[in-house]
């Protein structure tokens, strides 16, 4: 009997960032050459033992699952059975001489099992082709949070439907920007499926430690994709608005007395380094303030914001500190 | 970057920099009438000290206080709290010294005069990283208080420091302040 294949999508992104958790998907193609013949062969005798070559199940959304498969020949049409117990199938839909359907509103996060019989003036064939079994197309609705500062390190939620476990996470920011040694500045890790309707992570906004370049202050564009481990993935866009983490405004560490605190010390630091881009001599990336590789104008504004101020225990105070 | 955040926040920038003096807004006229006593009149080498001229007229409760930078080598910037009784004055504006800008070099200031009695002070060259040599005594920045009521209090620098052109800069060790004492009649 010929094999039926299911595979997620033909158009499976494979990125190839930092930060990136998805390893590269492989496509799976349509059946050989052979199984085509071999059907053909059985249905000139009649028998129409099984009419379809190849099934595929691809280009699935929430709720849906689309399909196509190879033409046979002497086959006018096309029957589309599935349920959500192997065999035993509740639905059934003719789809005429198409060899592509989608099937909708399906359950999330159940199994659905499909199999499909080709027809003719002769009759239907005997027996189903083989059979493929999934859920439906991941679903990502919505990410929290969208907003960071700087230096956090929190939790990612991904909310949707169909998450399976052991489902890959591809969190790649356009544009992203990295250190001068190439490393990202946004990272994802530890990536875990909560349940079918959300996916966690540690989401980690550098710097961590002084001497790093922060990630840059602004609004991203992030490309988010839920892969299942049967290569279904669903795919998503958010804005991650990057804040300035004002912690960085303390950037003298010369002197214990006045750490927790952005005063003049910090202005002088800031100041040497005014005008020099990242690598330069006088370059201080913690003076940096909002990662964007110089150190201007910006960044002493983000400091003057914040002048006077220091750290009370639980934020920074926006008046002059005793 | 965003090139208009780049220059809305330059405008901010140039707005704090370049006005030459700024502060609270003036409060009405009091009765009371201002004078300063240093600390030290003559402190010598490797000094900060304080002079104060009242104000005259109406506005002989103004003290303008006149911080000096007294013989000392490679200065890139300075950083202190000038700490009073609030009960006794108030901040009413500061004013551009000469010590940093000599040479015409560009320079930042930045002042935080959100807490009565205190007012947090940073000054800072931001070309060239090079500091400068003032040989016998020159003006750091004026800051101007308004007394507000009769008494004395005291004028003292805290965590003050003046930082030199290393990289990053580091206080100079060895440098004294000298306040002095506010006095309103």
């Known amino acids: 009997m010929p094999q039926i294949i299911r595979y997620g999508s033909d158009t499976v992104p494979v990125r190839t960032g930092k930060g990136v958790l998805a390893s590269s998907l492989p496509k799976q193609g349509w059946g050989t050459r052979g199984d085509l013949l071999m059907q053909l062969q059985r249905f000139a005798c009649a028998t129409i033992s099984l009419v379809v070559g190849l099934l595929l199940a691809g280009s699935i959304s929430a709720g849906t699952i689309s399909l196509r498969w190879d033409s046979l020949g002497g086959a006018t049409g096309y029957r589309v059975h599935y349920g959500t117990a192997s065999g035993a199938y509740t639905s059934v839909r003719d789809v005429g001489s198409a060899t592509s359907t989608t099937l909708t509103n399906l359950t999330n996060c159940a199994d659905y099992y499909i199999a499909v019989k080709a027809y003719n003036s002769q009759g239907e064939s005997t027996t189903f082709s083989n059979e493929v079994v999934g859920w439906s197309r991941p679903e990502i609705t919505s990410t929290t949070p969208g907003a960071v500062k700087q230096g956090d390190r929190l939790t990612l939620n991904v909310n949707g439907a169909n998450f399976q476990p052991g489902a890959a996470l591809d969190y790649d920011l356009v544009g992203l920007p990295t250190s001068l040694a190439g490393d990202p500045l946004v990272r994802v890790e530890n990536v875990g499926v909560v349940s079918c309707n959300q996916l966690q992570a540690q989401l980690v906004i550098e710097p961590t430690a002084a001497g790093l370049r922060a990630m840059e202050v602004g609004s991203f564009t992030v490309n988010l994709d839920v892969t299942n481990a049967d290569s279904v993935f669903g795919a998503s866009t958010a804005q991650l608005n990057v804040q300035f983490a004002e912690a960085r405004a303390d950037v003298n560490d010369s002197d214990a007395a006045t750490s927790d605190r952005i005063d003049g010390k910090d202005l002088v630091w800031l100041a040497y380094s005014f005008g020099s881009g990242e690598g330069q001599p006088k370059h201080n990336t913690d003076a940096d303030l909002n990662g964007d590789g110089f150190v201007d104008g910006e960044d002493l504004a983000y400091l003057a914001t914040r002048f006077g101020g220091c750290w009370t225990g639980s934020a920074w105070s926006g008046s002059a500190c005793q | ?185």
């Open chain 2, 1 to 185: 970057m965003h090139r208009f955040g780049t220059i809305a926040l330059w405008v901010l920038v140039v707005a704090v920099v370049g006005c030459g003096g700024g502060g609270s807004s003036p409060s009405p006229s009091t009765n009371f009438q201002g004078s300063f006593t240093p600390d030290a009149q003559n402190p010598g080498a490797n000094t900060v000290y304080t002079t104060g001229t009242p104000g005259t007229g109406g506005n002989a409760g103004l003290v303008t206080l006149h911080v000096y930078v007294n013989n000392t080598s490679d200065i890139y910037g300075a950083s202190f709290d000038l700490v009073f009784d609030p009960a006794m004055a108030q901040f009413v504006n500061w004013s551009a010294g000469q010590v940093l800008e000599f040479g015409g070099q560009s320079v930042t200031y930045q002042i935080n005069a959100s807490s009565p009695g205190r007012v947090v002070v940073g000054v800072a060259r931001t070309s060239g990283g090079v500091g400068v040599t003032v040989p016998d005594a020159a003006v750091l920045i004026h800051l101007t208080l308004r007394v507000i009521d009769a008494g004395s209090s005291t004028i003292q620098f805290t965590d003050p420091a003046l930082l030199n052109s290393q990289n990053p800069p580091q206080p100079k060790t060895g440098v004294a302040f000298f306040g002095g004492t506010l006095t309103g009649v």
